[in-house]
């Protein structure tokens, strides 16, 4: 049989062969640490106002007004209250150093004292809005406010990686 066209010594291709996609990646990528950091820098920088406010109710407590009118009472509830303050402001500056080392207890602690916080600043908000000055909430709703930005970044499962990233298995000794 003759072709008017010529023989065709190979029949017509079809689709190439499809390239190979990208390689998947063998691990996963290192967290970058950005809600970890974040969360950190909040706790110290909470830490830091908070021995303002310590400072505050020793001067308060020493107060020549309050040693000349108030009761022995009043005074020691100013020491008692710096006393506790403190303690949560010590508690807030180890959890946020120990959150910036990657140590997943800097993280447990922020938790716990942001959700005692959130209860905190609840309760604040509400004797806030119960007053005669309706305004008086409005401390307690920042201190809410500040809290849940704490929580959420402290819960955040970036900070989670951020933590465990920095566990790693020791070199072996030779």
Known sequence: MHQPYGHQEYPAHGYPQPGYGYPQPMYQPPASGGTAITAGILAIVL?????????????????QYYREHAGEEVRNLFYVSAAVEGGIVALLLLGGILLMNHKNAGRIILII???LGLLGGFAGTIAG??????AAAIPGVIGVLVTVLLLALTLAGSTKRWCAQGRHAPYPYY
Do not use: C, R
């Open 113 to 115: 004292l942001a959700s």
């Open 47 to 63: 830490a830091l106002t908070g021995i303002l406010g310590v400072l505050t109710s020793i001067g308060v407590g020493h107060d």
């Open 129 to 134: 809005i119960l007053s005669p000055l309706p």
